[in-house]
Structure formats: structure tokens, C-alpha cells
């Protein structure tokens, strides 16, 4: 497999330049656009359907899942209150900019403020396909350990903002904030960091907050 | 990309080949083999770690980890006394037969009667990519969530037994356990499961048989 390398490259720029074009779209309808990663488990799901449901009457949103089986997690969604499109990758551990431009074909854009995309359960591809996003977050988790920022570097290095999410399992496991910490500041120094739980609530409100923010200030820089 | 699919079909049907024969390098030196894989965090490292102690003096262990980045995974296996080999897989989502042929030349396969390899932390690629193990066994963990099976089935229809870690946080987590069961039943009816807590120690001798009991009915089979 000598050809390996460079077919890859190919793909990824092929790819980069689909983003762009998704990107100019989200654009020309004015929706601001978010990338949600996360290993298995971490509560993306959880986190949307928080958002969904936190947003509604003050932002219209638009959900795109992407899974690799199953509608689940745009069941979920559609079930919060959010217009979902599913992307069944048929196998692939990634969202890519092709099947985002697929999926945005579907949803009339101008009827949106905001929309969410939530990628595959996988911490190490999603970090290499820019999908045409505005920005990009990743949902970590307590019981997934401390040291996931040392062992999946490609993930948390590109990313705007870390949501620590289960802190309500903090008296059950052991994992130590601070190394956790050290480890994001190691690889993306001042990223915006929320450390919340889906399950009792706790914290949502300044992600809440911060996602308002981020969709008023793209409006800010385009009017 | 009209030569995506392809090109994926030609390396695997290459990567099968080479499992092959890294199946046939273990048999000749009589080494059983074990993949084990997991989503990031589900606690493979723990396992083995418990699996190193446990087994001390009664069978000699081998390890290759495989990682994106770092060596956590090797030190703590090596510190828990087993030969470690570490493969970094330099951004891949996976192990393949070819990283695992390498280490394997590293390796004094007589001095080992089992050999543990530990996937890189996906619940995607590595079940596509066999690597010549006699074996291969998921870990899951309870905070990951009980629709894990629905979402990743590739993963959990082709594994030899499935680890259900962490079952200490059940109190603490939403986790149907009969829900979770259905889904593995109906992916892979009759599958080895077991239900643990490398954290308290709960459930860990009848892993720790099955694994020998799976060594000795290997060398049953060959004598």
C-alpha cells in the first residue's frame, strides 16, 4: 500500500474544498453552523436534545445526524423539537463534506438560525474532515478518563470549545481535572471549556448561553 | 471519489492475507491471540492490566498496544509486568494485519503462551480489519449507554465475547440492561458475555478463567 499516503491527501483536499462550498451556502442563508464530535457515549445526543429544547421559541433549529446504523439519534432530536436529517455513513467511522452537501440539499436553510451537525461516535477521523462548519465542539466525558486528551491529540487540538459533560460521576470514578485539564491547555490553549451534566442539568445554562452568543456574533460580523 | 469502494476492497482482501498469515507465525510458535477493542475510555487498558496480574505465574503474557499517539497504554501494560510493544498508529482509526506483522518481528513469540493486542479505541474501523487473532472481544462500558449495540453493530456482531464494564456506575447512569442484552442477542445470538467492574474487582475471575480456559482449549485443539 505505497499509494496509501497519497490518495489520502487527495481526499481530504477534495474534501476541504466541498467544506468551503458548504460553508458559502450556510452563508448565503445566514445559518450559523456547529460540528459536534465525540468518542461513543458522551452524551452528544444528550447535549442536543438539551439544546433543542433550551433554544426553542429563541433560535430555529436545524439538526443534521450522522451514524454509522440507525436513526436513533435523529429520533431523539426530531423528538426534542429540531427539523433532523439523518446520514447513514453506511459503515464509514466520519462525517464528510460530501455528505453534509448531500444532507443540506434537504433542508430549506432560510427557515434556520442555527444548525447543529452531529457527527459519528469516533475521536479520531471526524477531526480530519472539515465538513463546511462555522465552529467545532467536542463532548467529552467523566467515565471516559482523564488522559483522552493525551491519547486522541488530533482531536482536541482542532476544536473552539470542550464540554466536559457527566461531572455528576465525578464521586464515582477516578479522574483528576486538573491532568485532564493540562492536557487540553497542552493542545489548544485557551479553548472555551464548559464542564456540565446532561443528566441533572447542571452548567447547561452557560452552554445555553454560549451558543446564543456565538450564533448573535456571527450575525454581527455579517450585517 | 467514484474510487473510494474499490480501493477499500483491495486493501482489506491485502489486510486479510496478512492476518492470515500472522495467524500462522502465532500457531507455529503455539501462541493464542486476543483483540480486544473498545470505544475510548471503555476500559480495555484497565482489563488488561487485571488480566497481567491476574494471570502472573500461570500464563506468559505478550502485549501490542495500539494508539494514535503516546505510549500510555504500553507503560501501564508493562508496568503491570507483561512484555509491551507499542504501535502508534500515526493517525489511524485502526490497527491492520500489517502494523500487527511488525510487531510481531519484535517480538520472541516462543517465550509467550498468550498474546493480547489491544485495538486503538474505535467502535467503527477495527472490526473491519482482522488482524490473525484466534479471538476477539469488545469491552463496553455501563456510562457509555445501553443503545451501543443498535448504533455500532459491526462491532458487536463480530466478536467472540463482549466485556461489559463498569457495572459499579449502575446506580449512578440510565442503563437497561435488558434493552442493551436484546441488542447484542440480536446481533450475536449466544455470544460470551460477562459483567465486571475492573474498578472493584467484581466479575473479574470469570474472565480471567475464560481466557485460560480459551489458551488451554487452544492447545488442546493443536496437540
Redesign the interface.
Known sequence: ?PQ?IP?VEN?LS?NDRLALENQAELDAAGVFAVNIMA???AGKTSLIEHTVRGLAGKLRLGMING????S??ADRAQAAGAVAIQINTG???HLDA?MVHSALLKLNLTEFDLLIIEN??????PA?FKLGTHKSVLVA?I???D??P?????MYRGVDAVVIN?I??LP???FRMDYFKQGIAALNPGVTQFELSC?TGEGLPAWLAWIQNQVQDYRNTRS
Open positions: 500500500m496509501h490518495v481526499i477534495a468518542s461513543p457515549g451514524d454509522v446504523a440507525t436513533l439519534d459503515g464509514d467511522c460530501v459519528v461516535g469516533n475521536l479520531i477521523c480530519s466525558s467515565p471516559e478518563g488522559d483522552k493525551y491519547k486522541y491529540p488530533g457527566k455528576d460521576l464515582y470514578v477516578p443528566r
